[in-house]
């Protein structure tokens, strides 16, 4: 930290140098994802590629809760009904942020994907 007392502004590191935290998920999610990415980066605009890519993002959506949050549960065996509490809290709040995040995805135009594309293309 700099003499001030205050921590240099992160905005100016490297993505890279950056602290960050990663999920794990299926090798058949990370095919579809490349895929995806790929098809948006070169293929021209098609309202269904909005439709694709809202879809995608919802179950990376999936993926990271059920990574981050259910996962810790499941190790941390704190039993059948938490669990399944849990799984249905954030159920609800996937679904919560999907159903926001889809309406602003599908109403994109192609540099606007291109541009959530090569976002999620940076942290894979």
Do not use: C, W
Not at 3 to 9: D, E, V
Not at 79 to 84: M, R
Not at 91 to 102: E, F, N, P, Q
């Amino acid at each position: 930290m700099p003499a001030s007392g205050k921590p240099k502004a992160a905005a100016k590191a490297t993505p890279a140098a950056l602290p960050s935290l990663r999920f794990y998920h299926s090798v058949e999610l990370r095919v579809q994802t490349l895929a995806l990415l790929e098809t948006l980066e070169s293929a021209e605009h098609h309202p269904a590629h909005g439709q694709a890519l809202a879809d995608l993002v919802q179950e990376l959506i999936n993926a990271g809760m059920e990574h981050y949050f259910l996962r810790a549960l499941k190790l941390a065996e704190v039993g059948f009904v938490t669990e399944q509490s849990a799984r249905l809290g954030l159920s609800g709040a996937a679904k919560l942020i999907s159903s926001v995040s889809r309406k602003f995805i599908e109403r994109m135009d192609k540099k606007q994907l291109t541009v959530v594309a090569a976002h999620i293309r940076s942290l894979i």
